[in-house]
């Protein structure tokens, strides 16, 4: 693949994902678009959409999970240029989003809703929403959201410069949460004024795929950054911020 090539498919795939990421948004928040997690109730049996919905984001977990490891992506760059391999895994990530929103089967019974003598909550609830949703993004930018995405990689490759080797930095959040992404994901699915059996499935079935995710992701900062990575992962929150510092 020629560095334009190259560099062309890792501005395509950024676009897809940017794209896929803002549909996530609405998709969770129920927000005017052709389908969102709430909308249009299924006609199924309940079981049946369970199943799908179950195995839709059993195969997002899947496939973000193994793909992120370091001996997928040793092997997987003998098939595809290592400067385009984030960008292809960002292209698979927001392919498997898509077909969650495809194919998500919603359940319409109501779990809990904030009433309207209690509009001050709903409010509330929905800039925990919003909030959640900035936290993330604003987080892929702390610790380089351009690398993130694959766009430096391709960048770097068509210029014919050398990335700096990996830095265990701790900008803003990061110094008091270790995972100030997965956190505003969290704020993002479960904070709702109105949360339906579909919505709480994904809120609990992403949730459970983050600890997961969490605990691959933290062993792998452990073998690149060593013990620099067991006393910052030490000193702050994981989830939590914890303001003030062990050790500090």
Excluded at 89 to 102: D, E, K, P, R
Aim: aromatic share 16%; charged share 15%.
């Amino acid at each position: 693949m020629s560095r334009v090539l190259t560099l062309l498919f890792a501005m395509i795939a950024y676009a897809i994902f940017f794209a896929t990421f803002l549909y996530l948004i609405a998709f969770v928040g129920d927000l005017p678009v052709p389908k969102t997690v709430d909308s249009p109730v299924s006609t199924l049996p309940r079981a049946t959409k369970a199943i799908i919905d179950v195995g839709l984001i059993a195969l997002f977990g899947l496939q973000h999970s193994v793909m992120a490891r370091p001996a997928f992506k040793r092997a997987w760059t003998r098939v595809v240029p290592p400067t385009a391999e984030r960008s292809v895994f960002v292209l698979f990530a927001s392919i498997a989003l898509i077909v969650l929103f495809t194919f998500w089967q919603p359940f319409g019974r109501t779990v809990w809703e904030v009433g309207p003598d209690m509009r001050w909550l709903s409010y509330i609830l929905i800039a925990m929403f919003w909030g959640g949703f900035g936290i993330v993004l604003i987080s892929t930018f702390l610790i380089n959201h351009f690398e993130l995405f694959g766009l430096q990689q391709a960048w770097f490759n068509m210029t014919g410069r050398q990335a700096a080797a990996p830095e265990l930095r701790q900008p803003m959040f990061y110094r008091w949460v270790a995972h100030p992404l997965y956190a505003g994901f969290f704020l993002g699915f479960w904070s709702t004024p109105h949360m339906t059996v579909g919505h709480l499935l994904l809120a609990i079935g992403l949730s459970v795929y983050m600890l997961i995710a969490i605990r691959y992701e933290e062993r792998d900062l452990t073998d690149l950054f060593g013990e620099d990575y067991r006393r910052y992962r030490a000193s702050v929150g994981g989830l939590v911020p914890r303001f003030t510092r062990r050790g500090a």
